[in-house]
């Protein structure tokens, strides 16, 4: 089951007034400059589905500076990005702004045969694949002396990792143990490790792995950078040779309820104050990319785009 997170806290600190309208946060020091005086909003809810490895970025990083700077109300759902993909395709859920961890998830919302709900999107951060440990597993000290995978074969430890039909992390985490089977020479090191792609041994929600971790209900998990570094979780590093990473990336879907808040929440996202935000919890920045049909993109974030490349 996927877990619902929603900061409702409003009308706190500066209010964007509504002639800034798509310009979002960013384009209120440009109102300024400009010696335009617009009239003040009232803000709106911004719906913002988003991967689950995101959850503490955007509920107490991203989230509550957004409401701050825009007088807008952010409301967050976290899941995997394959599976909130798959509701919003199937009109089961519905949102504003939709924040994958990797940017073949945005194909399955593209285009006529999907409803075309998705016809752009941008590339904004990335987070290498990690394995966390438990501080106080039993095989914390073999994670400092053992090869990760050697620890990852041993008798008893219990694993975590996500649903590679319906995250992102979890489709990596069996291309790295396949990756590494070729690498390290170990003919079926992934079945050993892993067992089944769908082991309900193993598999658990996006959003719950990490407390699932620091709880001790699981020994170790495969985790991004991201995750571990905010929680603190001990982890070991893989060579760059065959550490898959998340590429997260950012739209606003079609037929959006709150179309001017969803543009002002991404403007801010992407904009310096959301940068700093990205890499306090972590993650590594990339240069704004876009993909899809450019022309769809409201205007203001198309000179964000400009500006920022």
């Known amino acids: 089951m996927q877990t619902k997170f929603v900061w409702r806290k409003k009308g706190v600190g500066l209010r964007v007034p509504s002639a800034i309208g798509r310009a979002g946060a960013l384009g209120l020091l440009a109102a300024a400059c400009m010696g335009r005086v617009p009239a003040v909003s009232a803000g709106e809810p911004v719906n913002v589905l988003y991967a689950g490895s ?4 955007m509920e107490h990083g991203v989230g509550p500076a957004f409401d701050r700077v825009s007088g807008d109300r952010f409301e967050g759902y976290a899941g995997g990005s394959n599976a909130l993909a798959n509701q919003i395709r199937g009109k089961l859920r519905q949102g504003d702004v939709f924040i994958s961890a990797n940017p073949k998830v945005n194909a399955r919302l593209m285009g006529p045969s999907n409803g075309s ?3 752009w999107y941008i590339s904004f951060a990335e987070s290498p694949l990690v394995i966390g440990y ?3 597993s039993r095989f914390a000290a073999d994670f400092k002396s053992e090869p990760w995978y050697r620890v990852l074969m041993m008798p008893g430890i219990r694993i975590g990792r996500t649903d590679p039909k319906l995250d992102p992390k979890g489709e990596l985490t069996v291309q790295l143990m ?3 089977e070729t690498v390290y020479g170990i003919p079926g090191l992934s079945g ?3 067992g089944e792609p769908d082991n309900p041994g193993q598999v658990l929600p996006e959003e719950a792995l990490v407390g699932r971790l620091q709880s001790g209900l699981i020994d170790a998990g495969f985790f ?3 995750e571990t570094a905010e929680a603190g979780i001990p982890r070991v590093s893989l060579p760059a040779s065959i550490a898959p990473k998340a590429a ?5 879907l079609r037929d959006a309820p709150h179309p001017a808040a969803a543009e002002r929440f991404v403007a801010f996202l992407l904009g310096p104050d959301g940068q700093k935000l990205l890499e306090a919890h972590g993650l590594g920045l990339q240069k704004l990319a876009l993909s899809g049909t450019a022309r769809t993109v409201p205007r203001d974030l198309q000179s964000l785009l400009q500006r920022a490349n």
């Open 248 to 252: 997260y990336t950012v739209t606003i």
């Open 178 to 180: 396949k990756q590494a």
């Open 134 to 136: 438990a501080p106080t």
């Open 54 to 57: 995101l959850v503490n970025l």
């Open 224 to 226: 991004y950078s991201t």
């Open 192 to 194: 050993r490790v892993l």
């Open 117 to 119: 709900r998705v016809s």
